[in-house]
């Protein structure tokens, strides 16, 4: 592959790994709910633009990091850390926004708003560092305060995407599909981090660093105007039947609820309490390997190695394994089950942190935490993007996933802080036995997972009514089918 341009280079492995992945699944046996050819084919054009838009938003938010590793001395690991804290927070708080907001105006509708207004603050941070780097600028307040508050803009705009695509494919997806949905939500994550990490840092050697914003600014700009006229938020908005998918709003067909009522549903749901504790650690971990990998490579200078200067293609590969991994065995094996998976992958991930405290100074501890990577997106795409349909519903499911979603981000900005504080910095920071604390930091999230994940272990959705029989409904000239439900 020494001749290909090195993106495609790549690219390619991914590219055979999805090849691979949907040979595997055509062969597996059909869940049949009665779809039709044709339904499934225009819920592919429902899905795959919408994935991509969210793959796309992710390289407009990781992208900060291979930035700010550019600039070099202008900014510090704990300017990162700062920057990162203030944009999850933010992200985090905005669910109690724009969880109800997605679930009045549609995820259609949402999606288009957090693609362009990402685009946009993509732009404004591209803006900065030009004028920093090109004009000598000093923004008011210092570069970091700056770029902390147009990445909390960014943050705010990009907390639309997950509600919005999980609103959107709840009422195109039973929940006999769901598990392998949440596989394609775990491979739309690991696409968006191989974006962010892989091009990112390919723009950032052949075009000054303000290209990381743009590029993305101008590919999200893209998916608007798509978006706009392929997405419609159900099936019927697109000339199909709508039909029941038998998760926790089957039955429910009285008026939408207001934000208060549906937080009490939600909280006052044993279930959905453990999934918040276990999403809490979850995003502790994902992103204390996901964010400090690359700036611990950096520092200790094996920034050329292997799996450091493959780092988002090769957590793209270990998110398109977990993630398909997750929702066969969740829909296969489990009965549709989301916490034995969720309890597997942390066993995984347990182990990795044990491991790590012993692989500082080894080149094993590159492919280790590739491998944690794997679970922790594996379980990130079950419970988010996948139970949060289950238990919040097609009717609920903004509010739902906006909570779940929070709780991750609530662990981001907790390792951000953390981490960003105790890890070395400077000389320091040149000596991989220094950064101990890294691994030390993740051992007790990675082990509370594990106990909460055996608290979920049975729990389903309980639909509001007993749900028909799972097939679509009868033509559109039958009273029947007027419901919008199976007759």
């Known amino acids: 592959m020494s001749s290909l341009p090195p993106w495609l280079a790549q690219l390619l492995p991914i590219l055979i790994l999805l090849g691979a992945i949907a040979l595997v699944l055509a062969r597996l046996p059909k869940v049949e709910l009665g779809h039709t050819d044709a339904f499934?084919?225009?819920?592919?054009?429902?899905?795959?633009?919408?994935?991509?838009?969210?793959?796309f938003l992710y390289m407009g938010r990781y992208n900060v990091n291979v930035a700010t590793s550019a600039l070099g001395g202008r900014t510090s690991n704990a300017d990162f850390g700062t920057i990162?804290?203030?944009?999850?927070?933010?992200?985090?708080?905005?669910?109690?926004?724009?969880?109800?907001?997605?679930?009045?105006?549609?995820?259609?509708?949402?999606?288009?708003?957090?693609?362009?207004?990402?685009?946009?603050?993509?732009?404004?941070?591209?803006?900065?560092?030009?004028?920093?780097?090109?004009?000598?600028?000093?923004?008011?307040?210092?570069?970091?305060?700056?770029?902390?508050?147009?990445?909390?803009?960014?943050?705010?705009?990009?907390?639309?995407?997950?509600?919005?695509?999980?609103?959107?494919?709840?009422?195109?997806?039973?929940?006999?599909?769901?598990?392998?949905?949440?596989g394609v939500f775990g491979i739309l994550i690991s696409l968006g981090v191989y974006f962010a990490y892989d091009w990112s840092r390919l723009i950032v050697k052949a075009a000054p660093t303000y290209w990381a914003f743009f590029v993305p600014a101008?590919?999200?700009?893209?998916?608007?105007?798509?978006?706009?006229?392929?997405?419609?938020?159900?099936?019927?908005h697109a000339g199909h039947p709508?039909?029941?998918?038998?998760?926790?709003?089957?039955?429910?067909?009285?008026?939408?609820?207001?934000?208060?009522?549906?937080?009490?549903?939600?909280?006052?749901?044993?279930?959905?309490?453990?999934?918040?504790?276990?999403?809490?650690?979850?995003?502790?971990?994902?992103n204390a390997i996901m964010q400090w990998y690359p700036k611990f490579a950096k520092s200790t200078g094996i920034s050329e190695s292997f799996v450091a200067a493959n780092w988002g293609m090769l957590l793209c590969v270990a998110g398109i394994t977990g993630g398909m991994f997750a929702g066969v065995i969740s829909d296969r094996i489990f009965d549709s089950r989301r916490g034995p998976v969720s309890f597997v992958l942390y066993a995984g991930m347990s182990l990795g942190a044990v491991a790590t405290l012993f692989l500082l100074n080894s080149v094993a501890l590159?492919?280790?935490?590739?491998?944690?990577s794997l679970c922790v997106i594996g379980v990130h795409g079950m419970l988010s993007g996948t139970a949060s349909m289950d238990f919040g519903g097609k009717k609920n499911a903004g509010v739902a996933v906006g909570i779940i979603d929070g709780a991750v981000y609530a662990g981001t900005a907790l390792q951000s802080i953390l981490l960003g504080r105790i890890l070395p910095s400077g000389e320091l920071a040149k000596d991989p036995s220094n950064w101990g604390n890294w691994p030390?930091?993740?051992?007790?999230?990675?082990?509370?997972?594990?106990?909460?994940?055996?608290?979920?272990?049975?729990?389903?959705?309980?639909?509001?009514?007993?749900?028909?029989?799972?097939?679509?409904?009868?033509?559109?000239?039958?009273?029947?089918s007027r419901t919008g439900t199976r007759g």
């Open 242 to 286: 709508d039909f029941d998918t038998a998760d926790a709003s089957s039955g429910d067909t009285g008026p939408q609820l207001g934000l208060g009522a549906v937080l009490m549903r939600m909280l006052g749901n044993p279930t959905i309490i453990v999934i918040l504790c276990i999403e809490f650690c979850s995003g502790f971990m994902r």
């Open 84 to 182: 990162f804290a203030w944009g999850t927070l933010v992200y985090g708080f905005a669910f109690l926004l724009n969880g109800p907001l997605t679930d009045r105006l549609g995820g259609r509708k949402t999606i288009l708003i957090s693609a362009a207004g990402s685009s946009a603050a993509n732009v404004a941070m591209g803006g900065v560092v030009y004028a920093v780097l090109t004009q000598d600028w000093q923004p008011p307040g210092g570069l970091v305060a700056t770029l902390s508050f147009l990445y909390a803009v960014n943050m705010y705009f990009q907390s639309f995407g997950a509600v919005s695509i999980v609103k959107v494919n709840a009422s195109w997806f039973h929940v006999r599909e769901r598990g392998l949905l949440g």
């Open 40 to 55: 499934r084919r225009r819920r592919f054009f429902n899905w795959f633009p919408l994935g991509m838009t969210y793959a």
């Open 218 to 236: 101008a590919i999200l700009a893209a998916f608007v105007v798509l978006d706009f006229f392929i997405i419609r938020d159900t099936p019927s």
């Open 366 to 372: 590159g492919w280790t935490v590739i491998f944690m």
């Open 440 to 480: 030390y930091a993740m051992l007790p999230l990675s082990f509370a997972g594990l106990l909460l994940a055996t608290r979920v272990w049975n729990a389903k959705p309980q639909p509001r009514a007993a749900p028909a029989p799972a097939t679509l409904p009868v033509p559109a000239e039958t009273p029947a």
